[in-house]
């Protein structure tokens, strides 16, 4: 069993910063790869990024790219989303999630989730 841990939301204004930090504990040498996917409200969830335990990441949604920066500490076992220039549109419940294989977890089927935080951006 893994667990994932997010921290790192709350309320910032456009234009500004958040680092959200997602710690894995438990069976982690199941996971090759995690990500980040948010959801806003009313809308599905979506894909935002990922990186490996080796350090290769995936493409970044279009709407993220140039602004957001996936990367992860091995030693912690911590992947990290750093959100800058944030925009209202970018506000959601952003979920960490893990697996195995780069498929699953880019079309939403990874085996593990996170609870999610929060993140709001006001205008």
């Known amino acids: 069993q893994v667990q994932l841990v997010e921290s790192g939301g709350g309320l910032v204004q456009a234009g500004g910063s958040l680092r959200l930090s997602c710690a894995a504990s438990?069976?982690?040498?199941?996971?090759?790869?995690m990500g980040w996917f948010r959801q806003a409200p009313g809308k599905e969830r979506e894909f935002v990024a990922a990186i490996s335990w080796s350090g290769g990441t995936t493409p970044y949604a279009d709407s993220v790219k140039g602004r957001f920066t996936i990367s992860r500490d091995n030693a912690k076992n911590t992947v990290y989303l750093q959100m800058n220039s944030l925009k209202p549109e970018d506000t959601g419940v952003y979920y960490c999630?893990?697996?195995?294989?780069?498929?699953?977890?880019?079309?939403?089927?990874?085996?593990?989730w996170g609870r999610g935080t929060q993140v709001t951006v006001s205008s």
């Open positions: 438990g069976r982690t040498a199941s996971i090759y790869i």
């Open positions: 999630a893990g697996a195995f294989e780069t498929a699953r977890l880019i079309r939403g089927t990874p085996s593990n």
